[in-house]
């Protein structure tokens, strides 16, 4: 069954330093999206994004983050330059369609990367 | 504006039903999903209901929705140690495409022998 990935895993990095985070959503599917989770608190929206630009971003995705589709197959957020509340789970999902008659179809989670800002 | 809430925990021994609730407050039209999150991994789509359904039902799962009181519900029957796991409501609103998901805190189910 396909399935959305991430990489890394885990990355640690240092305050002020730029992260990228990868993804590799479902290959027939058109939405992308990044949530993250501070530990112990709600999984929350970043961003969504579909024909090359992004869709709707929520006040937390600020000019130090950005998007991007570089190829066919991956999807990566980056961070500038890191603050320590920027410390979380990272997850990426993928949609196969756009909405509207289709809406039930069901946004597909990776299994996230955990970013430790030291 | 949206909220989703969870109670934070529950114990059931295996073999008993176990009952999740959630509320929201968002009344446009929306689709509620259940997500389950098993420890390190990702956030795996169990169900979900649209705002016009009353009930549905999936094998071991029966999801209920009470739109007056905006109160979900999910019932696992035959609980077992296999469904200890955090699980998540969550809600996407027609107002935004029902494009992003906005989460509940999670309900972390645990099923003791």
């Known amino acids: 069954e396909p399935e959305v990935t991430q990489t890394p895993s885990h990355q640690v990095t240092q305050m002020g330093q730029e992260v990228i985070l990868r993804c590799v959503p479902i290959?027939?599917?058109?939405?992308f999206y990044w949530y993250r989770q501070i530990l112990g608190q709600k999984v929350e929206f970043l961003v969504s994004?579909?024909?090359?630009?992004?869709?709707?971003k929520s006040e937390i995705f600020d000019d130090q983050f950005s998007v991007e589709r570089p190829d066919g197959s991956n999807f990566t957020l980056k961070i500038r330059s890191t603050k320590l509340e920027d410390s979380a789970m990272y997850f990426c999902?993928?949609?196969?369609?756009?909405?509207?008659?289709?809406?039930?179809?069901?946004?597909?989670f990776g299994p996230g990367t955990r970013l430790t800002v030291l | 504006g949206e909220d989703v809430e969870q109670s934070l925990f529950l114990s059931v021994r295996e073999g008993d039903s176990s009952v999740i609730n959630c509320t929201y407050t968002?009344?446009?039209?929306?689709?509620l999903y259940w997500y389950k999150q098993e420890p390190g991994a990702g956030l795996q789509l169990l169900t979900y209901?649209?705002?016009?359904?009353d009930m549905k039902q999936d094998q071991r799962l029966t999801v209920l929705l009470n739109k007056k009181d905006k109160h979900l519900s999910l019932r696992i029957a035959d609980t077992q140690t296999g469904d200890s796991a955090i699980y998540f409501c969550?809600?996407?609103?027609?107002?935004?495409?029902?494009?992003?998901?906005?989460f509940g805190t999670g309900t972390r189910l645990l099923v003791s022998p």
């Open positions: 999902a993928s949609r196969r369609l756009a909405g509207g008659r289709s809406s039930t179809d069901t946004q597909y």
């Open positions: 290959s027939n599917h058109l939405y």
């Open positions: 994004f579909y024909n090359n630009e992004i869709s709707e």
């Open positions: 968002d009344s446009s039209s929306t689709y």
């Open positions: 209901i649209f705002s016009n359904m």
């Open positions: 969550a809600e996407s609103l027609r107002n935004t495409g029902f494009q992003k998901l906005v």
